[in-house]
Nanobody, 125 residues
Framework: QVHLVESGGGLVQAGGSLRLSCAASGRPLSNYAMGWFRQAQGKEREFVAAIRSDGVDKYKADSVRGRFTVSRDNAKSTVYLQMNRLEPEDTAIYYC??????????????????WGQGTQVTVSS
């Protein structure tokens, strides 16, 4: 079992940037593909980005392409989500998740096995 803890959320003005981190413990991060999801108040959880276990392949939702970058450092057991040009519509709780299908790039949250507790991102207009 892997334990995930997100950090880096906060309040930022529109156009600003934040970098989220997801620290993993318990098992090597390299065993997992990783995903970022977000859930705005009153809405369903939605896919943001995914990265394969080796960091080579990545995939992002259309809504964040060109603004968000996902990366990972397996030696530091950490996954990152760099968020630039933030918009009020990006306001949500952001979650990282681990997928035991390490070579996959799943976007369905049901395919992920472990989840962090989430970190709040609020973008003011």
């Amino acid at each position: 079992q892997v334990h995930l803890v997100e950090s880096g959320g906060g309040l930022v003005q529109a156009g600003g940037s934040l970098r989220l981190s997801c620290a993993a413990s318990g098992r090597p991060l390299s065993n997992y593909a990783m995903g970022w999801f977000r859930q705005a108040q009153g809405k369903e959880r939605e896919f943001v980005a995914a990265i394969r276990s080796d960091g080579v392949d990545k995939y992002k939702a259309d809504s964040v392409r060109g603004r968000f970058t996902v990366s990972r450092d397996n030696a530091k057991s950490t996954v990152y989500l760099q968020m630039n040009r933030l918009e009020p519509e990006d306001t949500a709780i952001y979650y990282c998740a681990a997928d035991s299908s390490r070579w996959a790039l799943n976007i369905d949250p049901r395919r992920f096995d472990y989840w962090g507790q989430g970190t709040q991102v609020t973008v003011s207009s």
